[in-house]
């Protein structure tokens, strides 16, 4: 399955569809939370949420463009929710804004219980990111 994924991703980038292309770069990452990355009231630290974010967003980027890509801001980080010791989460990262030189990735972290069917949103924001060329200066996205 995985080499079907790998062909359909190289056939995108060869097409002009870039809603093929951004649905293609779509990432999703699933973690365990774990009391080593938990703060003093039992819930997932603020800056690492925001650290498996941004790490999600690079992979989008990257994914879309495949260039070299930078974070050159993030925008808006809501915390909708507390995230508890001993849920999943899932991080999904979608392109959202498409620029000559840059783009903007929403990332969202979904919460869930172990042992039950509950999952909600808990966190969202945007990352803006500018691909470089091997000098560092910036290049077009596409």
């Known amino acids: 399955m995985q080499a079907n994924q790998e062909n359909q ?3 995108a980038t060869s097409l002009t569809d870039l809603q093929q292309r951004m649905a293609l770069s779509e990432t999703r990452i699933f973690k365990a939370v ?17 650290q498996l ?6 992979i989008t980027a ?10 050159v801001s993030s925008d808006r980080i809501d915390f909708k929710m507390p995230i508890q010791a001993g849920t999943i989460i899932e991080l999904v990262g979608i392109i959202s804004k ?12 979904y919460v869930e219980e172990m042992y ?10 945007q990352f803006t990111f500018v691909a470089i060329d091997e000098n560092k200066k910036p290049v077009r996205v596409l």
């Open 9 to 11: 991703f190289h056939t």
């Open 34 to 50: 774990f009391p080593n990355t938990t703060n003093h009231y039992d819930t997932l630290f603020g800056g690492t949420a925001m």
């Open 53 to 58: 974010m941004d790490e999600v967003a690079f």
């Open 62 to 71: 990257t994914r879309f463009s495949r260039k070299r890509m930078v974070t």
């Open 98 to 109: 498409i620029g000559n030189k840059s783009l903007d990735v929403r990332v969202d972290i």
């Open 116 to 125: 039950s069917e509950s999952r909600m949103k808990a966190v969202s924001g």
